[in-house]
């Protein structure tokens, strides 16, 4: 892990602490595994000012490159849940791929419990996409 512990930028640590404590509706298993393994990160996770805001950690809007073992390169945005649309590649922080990447950065592996099982995701580039986040 290139920085020892996830980073999250402040505004954005508010905000999913607070869609993440509504999450206990979730009926699937695999969902609130992956919510309880990101409550678990938050506790030891770096709160930092957008200004202290390393460009290459995933982020709210990020465009995520990702290489994983049973798939080719794919590219996705890491947005709320109210902006999912798997069709535009935009991925909810609440869903196993959202969850599993938020605060690692570029060059980082990560392991998650996904709906097919445990996967290993090489994170091999982020775009930060502007868009002011709202709590």
């Known amino acids: 892990m290139k920085y020892d512990v996830i980073i999250i930028e402040k505004v954005e640590y508010e905000l999913l602490k607070r869609i993440v404590s509504m999450a206990h509706y979730y009926k699937d298993s695999t969902y609130r595994a992956s919510i309880e393994k990101l409550k678990n990160e938050l506790e030891l996770a770096k709160i930092v000012s957008e200004k202290n805001m390393p460009k290459d950690v995933v982020r709210f809007n990020s465009k995520v490159e990702i290489a994983t073992p049973f798939s080719v390169n794919k590219t996705y945005q890491i947005v709320t849940p109210d ?53």
């Open 83 to 135: 902006q999912s649309n798997i069709k535009e590649n935009k991925v909810s922080i609440l869903a196993p791929m959202g969850l599993a990447l938020f605060g690692y950065a570029e060059g980082d592996e990560v392991e998650w419990e996904f709906p097919t099982g445990k996967n290993s995701i090489k994170i091999i580039g982020v775009e930060q996409i502007p868009k002011e986040i709202k709590i």
